[in-house]
Each structure stands twice: as structure tokens, then as C-alpha cells.
């Protein structure tokens, strides 16, 4: 006699978005056919950084906590139809090992992977696409049938520490470490000062202390955030305060001396300023045998100050953006994914490449790249509907890059935020705003929003 549930079908077709891969496919679908009732599974379900779209368990157990001994569960993610799941197996590989679960399945409607966890990776075990799931469900369900999964016994293993279930996500359970973000290309006009400044508004919104520091001679980060408030060089007052005085002396010059309190955000920033001077003295900074890791010493010094750090770089290969990715946790790319910029690409990897081996050298961890970011994209509905998909599964596939899931567009708010001025009697001061006090219900302040939620959950500050 067949159930209500297997009378039910899927047609990938109706879902538009995650919201509907989530409802139409995962909760209408897939779970009941799998054989589980809604007391054995939960939605948005948190531990600690980690954040699960579903968690599904063989047995109910109320209430539960994470070990060697646990029930078999699986991890459910769902994408949206336009995402490319190889952009997230990264992600769902620390799911399934950080929480010791066997099976993650990964979906974004148009196409079904399963893949199951081995001692410190995850393999591929099943594969569909969308328009075949009413067809081979019987084959889904013979890897995560809640009927199989019970029968199952796990092979021994090492325990991991337990991992108790929280709901409450909150800022105070964060690691203290500071958090260090560099935004690299080596080619330039692909949005990066844009990119620093808002990403950085972004984060301070939400109550996360933030120090950015400009690293670039054309100091565009220093004028984004406002601290340039001179016309004429006599009343220059950055010269002698800037990065530069940073790097040039191991026991003096502190970043709390140096860094300033930028109001073109609220709540504010703290920005640490550059110079054009910093293009002269590179010959004299490249002789000192502590030049390269200078920064990461004076980071270290303010790590129960900040929470994040946003470097700002050249663009180029020069010893600034050593310095840069040698002190930094993370690397975001921006990019317009146009044809010289892709090129850049191979650069940037060898770069990146070079920079790790002198971190090994160091006993420092490799960079995590965090993903090219689409940035500076035009708006256009036909470029947005048929050229951009195709420039996105470009770079993983050409560059062996990850893409990130946020996509900052070309909008004219950004444009005329950067470009607001302050009058003094007769002369025009710059006074530049984020795009979050300058229009914050506009499309660029969610856009900008939406990376900021992407960047600090693979990062872990929130959950």
C-alpha cells in the first residue's frame, strides 16, 4: 500500500530562488520521502560558526548534542538555482567533519549531490539532476532512507570534543582572535578601495569593532574614509602619521598611535592612513630585515581592540601587498571579470603561491582565499541574464578559484557617496559617506550587506 508521500513529485522548474529549493524540494519532497517526520529534523540549526540549513536525524532525541556516538544525521544545504554547488563543497566538507555527520547532501534544485564524510575529507557518493529526482528517489533513499540510517552502525572513531546545540547566536561567543582580511588584485580599477570602505561600514553596523588599514602609495582608502581634509600639501598632516611610520620602526609608531577615527560611517571606524610617500621609501622599507613582518607584530598589539581587520592594497606585486597577505588571515579578490582582470588571475595565484611559502617558512597557516568577489558588474538585464552567468563559471573552472556567493553591481549610489563634499567658506572639502549613510535602503547598501553576512560566517564571527 503506498503512503501519502510517495505520491508527491518534484518539478525543479518551480523554484526560483533558495527560499523554494528549501520548501519545495527539501521539505515537501526529499524529507518525506526519506522516511523522516518532522520531530527528526530542524531548520536553521546553529553550532557555534557553523549555521545548517537542515539537520536531519535517523532517531528523535530531545535534547541533542554532537559526538562519536550520536545518531546518524545528515546535513542538508540548499543553494540557490543559479548557484554552482562547487562553489560550497568547501563549506559543506567543514560541516561534516567539524560535526562529525556522515551524509551532507547539497542541492540548488537543478542538481542533487550526496556526499559522504570520510577521517578528514568528503567524497562524492551520489548524483542527480533536478529533472531526475522523481525517478531515482529509490536510489536517494537507499543512501539516507531514515529506515537504512538506523540500521547502520558506525565504524569506531575518534571522538571529537562534543558540540552541544545552541539556537542563540551571539557576538560574545566568538573567538577573541582578531580576524585579518586582505582585498587584493594586482589589477587596478576593479572596485578594492570600494569594496574596503563598505565592506568595512558593513561590519561596523553590526556592532563589530573594525580597523582598516590603507597600504596603497595612491592612498584611495585614506580619501574614501575621509581623512583627508587639506587642499594644500603645506597643511598636510598624514606625512608624518601613516602606515609607513608603522612599518618603518619595530618599537615605535603603534598602530594606536598611528590609526585615526574616520565618522564616514556610523558607528565610526578606525582607519590607519597612507601617504604617496610610501612609494619613495619602498627601497629603504625592502632593506630592513623586519619589514615583512613587521605587521603582523603590531597587529598583535591591537588584537583585543579589533575584531576585523581590512587591509587595503596596491595593485601590484610589490612589497606592500607582501606585506599584506603575509599579515592577513583571509583574502577576498575583487574582480569585474572582465578579460584583463581574469588574466590577472594567474598572477595573483602565483603570487598568493609565493606568499604561502614564505608563511610555511614562518610557521604561519596558509592564506584562505575567500573567493573572487564579482564587483563592479554592470546592471544591464541581458548581461545579468546571459553574460555574467557564464564569466562566473569561468573562474573556477579556467583558475581553479572559488567564487563568492555576493555579487557587487555597478550602481551609481556608490558613485555619489564617495563624491560628497563639505564646504569651508570658499573651499570644497571632500567628505565622503558609506553607502550605508548615504542611502541605506538602496540595492548597493544590501548588496554590501550581504557580503558582509557571507564574509563573517566563513570567517566565524557570527553564526
Keep these: 500500500m503506498f503512503t501519502k508521500s510517495e505520491y508527491l513529485s518534484f518539478n525543479p522548474e518551480l523554484c526560483r530562488n533558495e527560499t523554494e529549493v528549501e520548501s519545495k524540494l527539501i521539505v515537501q519532497y526529499l524529507l518525506p520521502q526519506l522516511g523522516y517526520p518532522p520531530e527528526t529534523w530542524h531548520q536553521e540549526v546553529s553550532f557555534g560558526s557553523i549555521r545548517l540549513d537542515f539537520l536531519a536525524f535517523a532517531t528523535q532525541i530531545i535534547p541533542f548534542t554532537l559526538s562519536a556516538d550520536f545518531p546518524l544525521s545528515i546535513v542538508l544545504e540548499a543553494k540557490h538555482p543559479r548557484e554552482n554547488l562547487d562553489n560550497h563543497i568547501r563549506r559543506l566538507k567543514r560541516y561534516l567533519v567539524s560535526l562529525n555527520v556522515r551524509y551532507g547532501l547539497l542541492t540548488n534544485g537543478k542538481l ?51 558540540q552541544k546545540f545552541d539556537k542563540q547566536s551571539s557576538l560574545e561567543k566568538r573567538e577573541k582572535t582578531v580576524k585579518t582580511i586582505a582585498v587584493y588584485h594586482n589589477k587596478g580599477g576593479v572596485g578594492k578601495t570600494t569594496t574596503v570602505v563598505n565592506l568595512a561600514a558593513a561590519i561596523s553596523k553590526k556592532g563589530i569593532r573594525v580597523l582598516v588599514i590603507d597600504l596603497d602609495s595612491q592612498a584611495n582608502t585614506t580619501f574614501a574614509t575621509g581623512l583627508v581634509k587639506f587642499e594644500d600639501e603645506e597643511f598636510d598632516d598624514i606625512k608624518e602619521s601613516n602606515i609607513l611610520q608603522v612599518l618603518m620602526s619595530e618599537d615605535f609608531d603603534s598602530i594606536n598611535e598611528v590609526a585615526r577615527k574616520s565618522n564616514f560611517c556610523s558607528p565610526s571606524i578606525d582607519v590607519v592612513p597612507a601617504h604617496i610617500s610610501l612609494m619613495d621609501a ?30 587595503d592594497t596596491p595593485p601590484s606585486l610589490n612589497l606592500y601587498s607582501r606585506i599584506a597577505l603575509i599579515a592577513c588571515d583571509y583574502l577576498i579578490i575583487p574582480s569585474d571579470l572582465k578579460p584583463f582582470a581574469n ?38 538585464a541581458k548581461f545579468v541574464k546571459y553574460t555574467l552567468p557564464e564569466r562566473l563559471e ?17 550602481r551609481e549610489d556608490l558613485a555619489k557617496c564617495a563624491e560628497l563634499t ?8 571632500s567628505d565622503p559617506k558609506s553607502i550605508f549613510d548615504f542611502k541605506p535602503d538602496s540595492q548597493a547598501a544590501q548588496e554590501f550587506e550581504q557580503l558582509a553576512d557571507e564574509v563573517l560566517r566563513v570567517i566565524g564571527i557570527i553564526e
Design 394 to 410: 569561468r573562474i573556477p573552472k579556467k583558475y581553479e578559484l572559488n567564487v563568492m556567493n555576493s555579487i557587487i553591481y555597478d
Design 343 to 380: 588574466q590577472g588571475l594567474i598572477n595573483v595565484k602565483e603570487f598568493i603561491k609565493k606568499i604561502n611559502g614564505f608563511r610555511k617558512q614562518i610557521k604561519k597557516k596558509p592564506i584562505e582565499v575567500l573567493g573572487v568577489l564579482a564587483n563592479k558588474i554592470s546592471t544591464n
Design 112 to 162: 542533487l549531490r550526496i556526499y559522504e564524510r570520510g577521517n578528514d575529507n568528503i567524497l562524492l557518493k551520489y548524483q542527480c539532476r533536478g529533472a531526475e529526482i522523481n525517478l531515482k528517489i529509490a536510489e536517494i533513499r537507499d543512501i539516507l532512507g531514515r529506515d537504512n540510517l538506523i540500521s547502520f552502525t558506525p565504524p569506531y572513531q575518534t571522538r571529537p570534543p562534543e
Design 282 to 311: 619602498e627601497n629603504d622599507l625592502n632593506s630592513l630585515d623586519f619589514s615583512r613582518m613587521i605587521l603582523i607584530d603590531k597587529l598583535v598589539q591591537v588584537e583585543e581592540k579589533y575584531d576585523v581587520v581590512i587591509i
Design 422 to 429: 563639505q564646504s569651508y567658506g570658499n573651499i570644497d572639502i
